[in-house]
């Protein structure tokens, strides 16, 4: 495939750049007025992520505002819980709802592993935002698909939703039995790494791992509960897809930098909460680095964008092995005038 904008796919190389390639978490969401037209037109999100073509469509519309150097493909990350049979809904108003949460040993042992097919429709919205994206056979810049991590969708099919409280009823099954948390772990982990893979034989250039939650995590448990089957997932994807790049973003998780560098992640997002410098000594020289400004920015104001980006750039080299782009997912209430600040801060 050739790539009208190939900028953000020589950042997962050694070449030195004429500037960061910067994509946005969220840059597709609810803070833009096309975006929520689009999804009134749709009828609800879940009925938004299941068209392929309001999938397309709403993946186009940050690209027409903004000078991007990648997609993210529109969906959720919870499209395998509910494939798994768990009941998810999205109330007006409201966050993530699964109907049958994992709260008993029964629940657990009745969890089954999702055929990946079942998610076809989301393998179809990957290859019609490819589409979307190509015109005479070059496409204008790289798509992402991605996934949440098996810890951090443990954690909502355990709760039933979000949470207030860091996951509790989540941790004290960790603490009073782990093994069942590890049954939900690897039932995950396996759907996890298929849905992955048939992303990315659908079309998309760059696969991302979503461990929302791993930071709610001790050093020792985060081991144990989430790299572990970060790492497995990395190991089976470089065999299946070798020439596709993995991103993997750890909220919370700055302690383990290093070692999800060493689990093979050919890149590391970094939250805005950690120092991209000490990030780029644990990482080492050979991965690529992604973050980590602050979402809240784009709540302020151009001039106190711009100092954020100086500040940020003196301090780090921006043009070898590093991605532009928030420390988490963009807010509601960002003003997108202010989006169009920090890109073109970045690019200049």
């Given at each position: 495939m050739k790539f009208a904008n190939d900028l953000f796919l020589r950042a997962f190389t050694d070449e030195r750049l004429p500037h960061p390639p910067v994509w946005l978490l969220r840059q597709a969401g609810r803070y833009l007025p096309e975006y929520r037209a689009t999804r009134a037109k749709a009828g609800g999100f879940m009925d938004l992520c299941r068209s392929p073509s309001f999938c397309a469509e709403v993946l186009l519309q940050p690209l027409a505002r903004y000078q991007l150097d990648a997609a993210i493909v529109f969906s959720d990350i919870l499209t395998i819980p509910d494939a798994m049979g768990l009941g998810l809904s999205f109330g007006v108003g409201e966050g993530p709802r699964l109907a049958r949460p994992l709260q008993s040993e029964s629940a657990i042992d009745a969890l089954r592993v999702p055929d990946v097919s079942t998610l076809q429709y989301v393998f179809d919205a990957v290859a019609e935002c490819r589409r979307a994206l190509t015109r005479d056979g070059v496409q204008s810049v790289p798509l992402i698909g991605f996934s949440?991590?098996?810890?951090?969708?443990?954690?909502?099919?355990?709760?039933?939703?979000?949470?207030?409280?860091?996951?509790?009823?989540?941790?004290?099954?960790?603490?009073?039995?782990?093994?069942?948390?590890?049954?939900?772990?690897?039932?995950?982990?396996?759907?996890?790494?298929?849905?992955?893979?048939?992303?990315?034989?659908?079309?998309?250039?760059?696969?991302?791992?979503?461990?929302?939650?791993?930071?709610?995590?001790?050093?020792?448990?985060?081991?144990?509960?989430?790299?572990?089957?970060?790492?497995?997932?990395?190991?089976?994807?470089?065999?299946?897809?070798?020439?596709?790049?993995?991103?993997?973003?750890?909220?919370?998780?700055?302690?383990?930098?290093?070692?999800?560098?060493?689990?093979?992640?050919?890149?590391?997002?970094?939250?805005?909460?950690?120092?991209?410098?000490?990030?780029?000594?644990?990482?080492?020289?050979?991965?690529?680095?992604?973050?980590?400004?602050?979402?809240?920015?784009?709540?302020?104001?151009?001039?106190?964008?711009?100092?954020?980006?100086?500040?940020?750039?003196?301090?780090?080299?921006?043009?070898?092995?590093?991605?532009?782009?928030?420390?988490?997912?963009?807010?509601?209430?960002?003003?997108?005038?202010?989006?169009?600040?920090?890109?073109?801060?970045?690019?200049?």
């Open positions: 949440g991590s098996p810890f951090t969708l443990a954690c909502y099919m355990v709760e039933g939703a979000g949470s207030q409280n860091d996951f509790a009823t989540t941790r004290r099954m960790m603490l009073q039995r782990p093994d069942l948390l590890e049954r939900v772990l690897a039932a995950n982990e396996q759907i996890v790494t298929d849905y992955l893979e048939q992303q990315a034989r659908a079309g998309a250039n760059v696969l991302m791992l979503f461990d929302s939650w791993g930071g709610v995590l001790a050093p020792l448990q985060y081991e144990r509960f989430s790299l572990s089957s970060l790492r497995r997932i990395i190991a089976a994807l470089k065999l299946r897809v070798p020439d596709v790049p993995i991103i993997v973003f750890s909220k919370g998780a700055g302690h383990s930098v290093a070692a999800i560098a060493a689990a093979g992640a050919d890149a590391v997002h970094i939250d805005w909460q950690s120092d991209l410098s000490r990030a780029r000594a644990d990482a080492g020289e050979s991965v690529t680095l992604q973050g980590n400004f602050d979402p809240l920015l784009l709540t302020t104001d151009a001039a106190t964008i711009q100092r954020a980006v100086s500040e940020t750039l003196a301090s780090f080299d921006g043009k070898r092995r590093y991605i532009a782009n928030l420390g988490h997912g963009i807010t509601p209430d960002a003003q997108p005038e202010l989006v169009a600040a920090l890109v073109n801060a970045i690019r200049s």
